[in-house]
């Protein structure tokens, strides 16, 4: 005979309850076993939501939202779910359960049934238990003997012995365990056993005494932890600001909000930075000016990582206005290269440049050498912007090598960033791929994450471009993924069309052109036309390829329109659309040769104006295939020869082993089988070496098996053969 029977443990501990020392003989004499329940699970929620209101179309979330509110405590969940049943939250149509209004609309307070068995509860406590309590409830759901002993002025042993009974009496905490404070004291941490407990009991004290025991648990709690006290700054900045105590609420969610930013919080750390400035205009005048202007700075800072540029604008002009009353030269020159900054990539460059101007002479005033290489790094990022690349690379150079003289690593940073921009522009990848690794580091260490997605960026596409495929997808992958943490919306709509690229250069047309519809989407989404610009270059391509001339036409022609609206490095990405213009008309066939020569002649002359070298050999090999479909091998080889010396002193592995392709098909078709042969060999081993750095099986397949590529491998087995049978 087995008999199971249920019990709450704070019903038998309390009374004289003949349960209890029944439960103990048995246990003493092993003729029974206790099984403690824990607290429900969501999986459990959800079966129970099944079981009980069969059948249901409820979201799937709804009973992770149960749970979060009830934390799985079994009768608050069961009665809240009832409570919504009568509320008409959870009704019934057809036999068929389910929610009346979207889940974000309901508001899931605990209902009153369940307030009333917490109220009758607490009841039940002593006057010292419940004062006990109550304290503790100001510290939050957990809490530190420490702390509560001081608020309630008795010993510490005294209380942790009155908490043990009610944990073993009550149930209304529990014991979490003993921690060492940073000044060397022994606390012992407890938890409430429920919210809804600490909500009670919190809403039991009057406002004063709240007021006074927030200020006195900030200051336990600052002195215990002393100078690791911003370890805990957004516990303290409640405390202080509940307790009335402004000045230091300021300084803690100043704190708050750094330890944020440190982890790339940056949308935490701009609501940390709000609170802070609705604070600091309770402060006294005197203190007002110069922090609101640190604040306006710290805001405007995580706005710019958050790409939310508009505001970043308003926070540095507001901080510039603060410092007026300061006149601070190093501060309005470091105020106002903030602001060129934010200026710069919200596209507002007639702003930017009055900005620069007013900066650099604060520089000078100040006689700041790390805020004049501030204010240069901007000049050079100009110069860049609108394609004035003989102006921006000795600023930068400069840049670089004063910042390293003087140590200063924000300067360094900027400046290593778009240096290697610079030389990804003009096709030294390798040197791009040194000088932004260390930039990444750098930004790293500085927990700068604009620079350090910028770096990425550059850096996977450098990678790319030597044919380093896996290594390019995976840093451009775990941009992405750092984009999203930080929250930037200026960076990552720049990086599925250039996942995009590297698919289509691995014969993954069908990747492709996912990755480049998503990059369009998300460059319409967030407004980044230059994103959006190269994401239709990219579709162009892909329509291209798929035989759908009309589809790539009105791309372009979107792209056109972009022109006109943007001139955000509006250099560059021309260049890509006249190279994908001569493409697409020279795979119409004769028909349009003269507009793919056209538009290769306008390649040529762009690219070889900016030195972008790989564009330049880019513009001879589209040239001699022009040739070739227009019986000229003699202009032909002439153009290839160009595009691979270009490509000899400009390694651009992706260019090349088409090129050489290219060449081998020209040689073979003159009856140079010798010629043709070295040039199909040559393209063999730059497509293995490309294919030996793709680690994903399935996509190395794909580009091995792709028509191109056999088409490369057939070539250099057909003239090896035909060279070797003819004695050659």
């Known amino acids: 005979l087995m008999i199971a029977g249920t019990f709450r443990p704070e019903d038998i501990e309390r009374s004289n309850h003949p349960l209890k020392s029944y439960k103990a003989e048995m246990q003493a004499h092993k003729l029974c076993e206790e099984i403690a ?38 009768l608050f969940a069961t009665n809240l779910l009832q409570y919504l049943h009568e509320r008409g939250d959870i009704a019934k149509t057809n036999e068929h359960w389910s929610l009346s209004r979207p889940l974000a609309e309901m508001e899931l307070e605990a209902p009153e049934s369940v307030r009333s068995m917490i109220g009758k509860k607490v009841d039940s406590l002593g006057k010292e238990e419940r004062r006990a309590l109550e304290y503790a409830s100001v510290e939050g759901q957990e809490f530190h003997s420490t702390v509560v002993a001081s608020l309630l002025g008795v010993e510490e042993v005294d209380l942790e012995e009155l908490l043990a009974r009610i944990e073993k009496t009550d149930r209304l905490i529990l014991t979490l365990g003993e921690e060492e404070l940073p000044d060397g004291s022994l606390a012992t941490r407890y938890r ?17 005494r709240r007021i006074m025991l927030h200020s006195h648990a900030g200051e336990q709690l600052a002195q215990r932890y002393g100078k690791r006290a911003p370890h805990i700054a957004t516990q303290l ?28 919080g940056n949308a935490e750390a701009a609501e940390h930075y709000t609170r802070a400035l609705n604070l600091a205009a309770k402060l006294p005048d005197e203190q007002q000016a110069e922090t609101m202007g640190i604040l306006y700075g710290k805001r405007g800072a995580a706005n710019m990582a958050l790409s939310n540029f508009a505001q970043s604008v308003e926070d540095y002009r507001s901080m510039l206005k603060h410092q007026e009353a300061l006149d601070s030269p190093e501060k309005k020159a470091a105020g106002l290269n ?40 901007l000049m050079a990022l100009k110069h860049l912007c609108y394609g004035e690349l003989e102006f921006g690379r000795p600023i930068l150079d400069d840049v670089i090598k004063s910042a390293r003289a003087i140590d200063y690593t924000p300067a360094l940073v900027a400046g290593l960033t778009w240096r290697g921009c610079l030389h990804f522009f003009q096709t030294e990848y390798e040197r791009a791929i040194e000088i932004e690794d260390e930039a990444r580091q750098l930004a790293s260490r500085l927990r700068d994450g604009f620079h350090l997605l910028t770096s990425m960026f550059f850096l996977g596409l450098s990678k790319g471009n030597l044919g380093r495929m896996s290594e390019a997808i995976t840093t451009l992958e775990d941009a992405i993924k750092m984009a999203g943490r930080n929250g930037d919306r200026f960076w990552y709509p720049r990086m599925p069309n250039c996942l995009g690229w590297l698919h289509r250069e691995l ?53 056109h329109d972009i022109f006109k609206r943007d001139a955000w490095f509006r250099w560059r990405y021309n260049i890509r659309l006249e190279a994908a213009t001569a493409w697409h008309w020279l795979r119409q066939g004769d028909a349009d040769l003269e ?30 295939q022009i040739a070739m479909a227009a019986n000229d091998p003699a202009t032909a080889e002439a153009e290839f020869t160009a595009a691979l010396e270009e490509l000899d002193r400009y390694p651009a592995p992706l260019v090349a082993w088409r090129t050489y392709a ?28 490309c294919a030996a750095n793709v680690t994903d099986d399935d996509l190395r397949a794909t580009f091995l098996n792709s028509t191109a590529v056999r088409q490369v491998m057939a070539g250099a087995t057909e003239t090896a053969k035909n060279v070797g049978s003819r004695g050659i």
């Not at 959800?46 to 209101?53: G, H, K, P, R, V």
């Not at 409430?192 to 004063?208: I, S």
């Not at 994103?531 to 009309?550: F, R, V």
């Open 37 to 74: 329940l824990d607290s429900l699970s969501p999986v459990h929620i959800q079966d129970y939501l099944n079981a009980t209101f069969a059948p249901n179309s409820f979201p799937p979330e709804f009973a992770a939202h149960i749970h979060e509110k009830t934390e799985g405590h079994p």
């Open 192 to 208: 409430f056993a429920h919210a809804l407990y600490q909500n009670f009991l919190y809403g039991g004290l009057v406002t004063k």
């Open 237 to 264: 900045a409640l405390h202080f600001e509940r307790g009335r105590n402004f000045a230091r609420a300021v300084e803690y969610l100043i704190h708050a909000g750094d330890n944020a930013t440190a982890l790339y």
């Open 338 to 377: 903030a602001l060129a900054m934010t200026l710069f990539y919200s596209h507002r460059l007639e702003e930017m440049e009055a900005c620069v101007d007013e900066a650099l002479a604060a520089s000078k005033r100040a006689g700041s050498e790390s805020l004049r290489l501030d204010t240069m790094c």
């Open 507 to 559: 014969q993954d047309f069908d990747g492709a052109l996912k990755h480049d519809q998503e990059g369009l989407e998300v460059a319409r989404q967030y407004h980044v036309l230059e994103a959006e610009a190269n994401s239709l270059i990219n579709l162009g391509i892909d329509h291209t390829y798929a035989g759908k001339a009309e589809e790539t036409v009105a791309a372009f022609r979107e792209t």
């Open 595 to 624: 507009k793919a020569g056209e538009a290769a002649r306008r390649l040529l002359d762009t690219a070889n104006q900016y030195e972008v070298h790989k564009y330049i050999a880019e513009a001879h090999r589209l040239n001699a």
């Open 662 to 689: 290219a060449l081998g098909r020209l040689q073979s078709e003159r009856g140079r089988l010798i010629d043709a042969q070295a040039a199909f060999t040559k393209a063999a081993e730059i497509v293995n070496a």
